[in-house]
């Protein structure tokens, strides 16, 4: 009789162990999926072609570096842009990142870029 009343508590426990597994899947299936709620995503979309800014205007940053990269016909290197415009590291590497995802300028080699004619 021992044995039946030990393996019952096995039993039992068992299916409290079960319980809790899938109580804890359904927790985890729930942070899975996303929230109600409305959240904005970065999705990646076709690149905008913004307007050249109008005679007079002052041009942006981006439109300085990108001046600078189309009248090289070999190439420019982030030291180069950095020296010609006055620039820091970080802000020279994000504008060639972020105009080479639109599509703008194209590599060359490791570091040098190029515009697109």
């Not at 439109?63 to 802000?91: C, H, P, W, Y």
Request: no cysteine.
């Amino acid at each position: 009789m021992t044995m039946t009343k030990e393996l019952q508590a096995i039993r039992n426990k068992l299916t409290k162990l079960a319980e809790k597994t899938e109580k804890l899947a359904a927790a985890l299936e729930k942070t899975d999926q996303p929230a109600a709620k409305s959240v904005k995503t970065k999705t990646k979309s076709k690149a905008v072609t913004k307007k050249a800014p109008a005679k007079g205007a002052k041009k942006t940053d981006t439109d300085k570096v990108l001046e600078i990269i189309n009248r090289s016909k070999k190439g420019v290197d982030t030291a180069t842009l950095m020296k010609k415009t006055g620039f820091d590291q970080k802000k020279v590497r994000n504008m060639l990142n972020r105009t080479f995802k639109q599509g703008k300028i194209t590599r060359v080699d490791k570091g040098i870029y190029i515009g697109v004619k």
